[in-house]
């Protein structure tokens, strides 16, 4: 049975105090959600060590937002998976939009990445999806494949366990225009169907793909119904703890 899991991607926001009181809110709040809802929080790098201390015996992971693509060394103002894994961290998100638009994430990279994540013990939340151009040209298959068999399919089906796949059509991130439950579900169910083809049906079935994209307390009920969509990658509504567990509760 895969998991249903929530996380948030505060992104570049939040003081380190006002991060702390969020996740404070995050794991008091967090005790009305049922067993099988996972919450993942994902706050920038410099809260990474006050926020593990406050998820601390709580049901509440931590995940950072990227990380760097070697093992360690000069690579000023880059961050490793070691650094991330000794403050507690668990996961971390990978290939973002924002990161593959503003800072020149390839998949070749990514591929990088997701290796020395793996290596390092951090699970993985790899961000796919399409922009509007793509999506109008009705590319918007194509390239969620291309990118999902461009990264995933240099890793095996035991590593396939320790990742989550984020489907965000760009043209949703922080627009307040969310796919349909329809459009959504039928791009997840072409991801599970890629990912089959290579590591086998029940790796697929196993995996836990999230939709992220002005999901909102509004309108996750609907998408979190469809059949494969195991839960959401939440920005702008992760910064207020009530719609964020408020989503988590659409179960
Ligand atoms: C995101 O950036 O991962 C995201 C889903 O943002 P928002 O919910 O604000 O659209």
Redesign the pocket.
């Known amino acids: 049975m895969r998991k249903k899991i929530v996380a948030g991607?505060w992104?570049m926001n939040t003081t380190v105090p006002e991060g702390v009181e969020l996740a404070k809110a995050v794991v008091e709040k967090s005790a009305q959600l049922p067993e099988n809802v996972g919450l993942i929080v994902a706050p920038p790098f410099t809260h990474l060590a006050s926020v593990a201390s406050v998820l601390k015996g709580s049901k509440v992971q931590l995940s950072a937002q990227n990380c760097a693509d070697h093992e360690k060394g000069a690579y000023t103002g880059e961050v490793s998976v070691s650094m991330l894994a000794s403050v507690g961290c668990q996961w971390t998100i990978l290939g973002?939009?924002?990161r593959r638009q503003y800072y020149g994430e390839t998949d070749e990279k990514l591929v990088e990445k997701v290796k020395l994540a793996l290596a390092g013990g951090l699970g993985v939340i790899l961000?796919v999806g399409e922009n509007l151009d793509q999506r109008e040209a009705g590319k918007h298959f194509d390239v969620v494949t291309d990118q999902i068999k461009n990264v995933l399919y240099n890793f095996t089906a035991d590593d396939m366990k320790k990742i989550i796949v984020?489907y965000?059509p760009v043209w949703?991130?922080?627009?307040g225009k969310t796919a349909t439950a329809e459009q959504a579900e039928e791009i997840h169910a072409c991801i599970r169907k890629v990912l089959a083809d290579k590591f086998g049906a029940q790796a697929a079935d196993d995996t836990t793909i999230l939709y992220?994209?002005?999901?909102k307390p509004s309108n996750a009920k609907e998408l979190f119904a469809q059949k494969d969509i195991d839960g959401g990658?939440?920005?702008?509504?992760?910064l207020k703890a009530d719609d964020f567990i408020q989503i988590a509760l659409s179960y």
Do not use: Q
């Open positions: 991607n992104k973002h939009s924002e961000c984020a965000e949703a991130i922080g627009t992220g994209g002005s999901c990658l939440i920005g702008g509504a992760a």
